[in-house]
């Protein structure tokens, strides 16, 4: 068995370049860590702790972000499927024959400038719209249930709803046409609402992350006192110290980031999965669509952008209280 | 090249631990500094390295007035000092080549361009061995040597050392002062803040200023620009 899983990983060794790979890996590893030698050492202690802060810090701002965009989406979505699209409701009226009242509602809309279509709604779809209230059974014939009527509104001409609203109580017992303008505006403020609330906490979040790298930047300053001191007297410019500070906190708030985006992305992963999926019944899905997480991207870059550029204000502010 | 005019120093409302220090160094010239401890030598030295203004007089460094000099053209100034910290000051997390080093990798020079003479001049100071070893392993004269390497890399046109012997066996002390003569021989002007009279007595030609009490008074003029060592002294 052994000598047979030997011969494997021998198959392996050579069908892939695993000595290069290994090679390249060490290799990119090597110049990593070249690019993050700084003359200043990086403060131990503080190291991880300051990663967890700002990665949580990126963990809500991508949580904040997806949220944002995927609002945005849904709402466009709804707003969307609704538009051109209005529904006229006809209530059963004692004495009155269903059918009498539909076939002359879908007379007058037919008649009607603007509308592009009107089409009853079958009674088994109507059935699955009472489903989640009624439970799936059977109905007795007698019961009168309301009908509907889909109509498509002809973009090329503007219909009078309102004039059409008129006609149609007026001449058919029972009838309403709903143009679904509440339910869109109650939707348009409550995506606003909800965006407002992710964009306001993203900017707290910003301004947190802020203060956390200006606080840590000047407690990584005094902890390195001595060697700014010395760099200073052997010729070093400001601009060259500020650089190291910078840099320390390029790749913190790279790595920082990295790790919230990740755990975030994991997150909403889950929350799609478990609470979101394609949506049921006039509910359209709640869980974050797939074009979102690329944008998670931009959060380890714009985490390592704050961090450099709070970093170089903050040691240039510093150090330009010294000799 | 360097001219104190009448100058005095304190240290934030403190008394005055300097009064009226007037001297003149000449270019190339080899300069003793001694007194006792707590005397000022080392606040003298500070302000001779530009970490600290004058409280009054005048200080001419290159021809530039120290006094009113802005912040952002200081450093061009202090890349022309070499110092010698009392207490080293060498950065504990770096090599021995990386600290010497500093200097000109502060100027953004490419490594490249300097490593090979870094490299060299450790050997020269004798820590050939020793490049990659890290201030913490090393013995006070290996970390002298590192000092006095890290102070001459860039070629300054001044060289500062404070107590330059004073963490050293006379033996090595010997040896250090030879590299300093070595320096200054090439041009090098130095100043050697030292409690230890026998360095002074060793040498001849050098000037010598005695402080007390914050009060610099010059002993012995300098005969010449180069200076040299009294015969005998380094058998």
């Known amino acids: 068995m052994r000598d047979r899983i030997a011969a494997i990983w021998d198959r392996v060794s050579d069908a892939l370049p695993v000595e290069l790979l290994g090679k390249a890996l060490r290799a990119t590893a090597s110049r990593l860590a070249a690019l993050q030698a700084t003359v200043i050492p990086p403060a131990d202690g503080a190291r991880w702790p300051l990663h967890l802060v700002i990665a949580v810090m ?19 979505e709804w707003s969307s499927d609704l538009v051109g699209v209005v529904t006229v409701q006809v209530k059963p009226r ?10 002359r509602a879908l007379e007058i809309l037919r008649e009607t400038p603007g509308i592009a279509s009107a089409s009853r709604v079958p009674a088994a779809t109507s059935a699955e719209l009472l489903e989640p209230w009624l439970g799936s059974i059977d109905l007795p014939e007698d019961i009168a249930v309301p009908q509907l009527i889909d109509v498509r509104l002809d973009p090329a001409h503007e219909a009078d709803l309102e004039a059409l609203a008129l006609i149609l109580a007026d001449a058919v017992p029972g009838a309403e046409l709903d143009d679904h303008f509440r339910w869109k505006s109650r939707l348009t403020a409550f995506a606003t609402s909800l965006e407002g609330l992710s964009l306001a906490a993203l900017f707290l979040i910003v301004a947190a992350t802020i203060s956390i790298v200006v606080f840590a930047t000047r407690a990584a300053m005094e902890a390195n006192r001595e060697i700014i001191e010395v760099l200073h007297l052997i010729g070093a ?8 500070f910078q840099s320390q906190f390029f790749w913190v708030g790279l790595r920082a980031g990295a790790i919230g985006a990740v755990a975030a992305a994991l997150v909403l992963i889950m929350l799609t999965v478990f609470a979101g999926g394609e949506g049921e019944f006039f509910l359209p899905g709640l869980g974050v669509t797939w074009t979102t997480y690329p944008s998670l991207l931009l959060v380890p870059v714009l985490a390592a952008l704050v961090a450099v550029i709070t970093a170089r204000v903050t040691a240039q502010s510093v150090l330009g209280r010294a000799l | 090249m360097i001219r104190f005019e009448n100058v005095g120093m304190r240290y934030g409302m403190g008394p005055e631990v300097l009064r009226d220090v007037s001297f003149e160094l000449n270019s190339g010239s080899l300069n003793f500094l001694t007194g006792p401890s707590g005397a000022g030598k080392s606040s003298l030295l500070r302000l001779m390295y530009l970490a600290h203004r004058p409280s009054r007089g005048h200080i001419t460094m290159f021809g530039e007035d120290v006094n009113v000099l802005p912040r952002d053209e200081m450093p061009p100034l202090r890349r022309r ?4 910290f009392q207490e080293f000051r060498l950065l504990d997390h770096l090599s021995a080549l990386e600290n010497v080093c500093l200097p000109l990798r502060i100027t953004g020079d490419p490594e490249e361009s300097y490593l090979s003479d870094v490299k060299e001049l450790l050997t020269w100071v004798g820590l050939g061995q020793r490049m990659n070893a890290t201030p913490p392993t090393l013995s006070g004269g290996e970390k002298q040597r590192v ?15 404070d107590e330059p012997t004073g963490n050293v066996d006379p ?21 050697i803040a ?30 010449g620009a180069m200076a040299g060592l009294a015969t005998g002294d380094l058998q």
């Open chain 2, 171 to 191: 033996e090595m002390g010997i040896k250090l002062l030879r590299l300093f003569m070595e320096l200054n021989r090439m041009g090098t002007t130095i100043m």
């Open chain 2, 81 to 84: 000092i070499g110092v010698v």
């Open chain 1, 58 to 76: 990126c963990f809500l701002a991508s949580v904040a972000l997806g949220v944002t965009l995927t609002v945005a989406h849904v709402a466009e």
């Open chain 1, 94 to 103: 004692p004495n009155v024959e269903m059918d009498d009242q539909m076939a």
């Open chain 1, 237 to 244: 410019k400001d601009s060259f110290i500020a650089r190291e």
């Open chain 2, 194 to 223: 030292t409690h230890d009279m026998s360095l002074v007595e060793r040498t001849r030609d050098a000037a010598h200023l005695h402080i007390d009490h914050g009060q610099l008074t010059v002993e012995r003029e300098a005969a």
């Open chain 2, 147 to 161: 000092a006095i390497a890290r102070a001459v890399v860039a070629r300054p046109n001044l060289l500062l050392a």
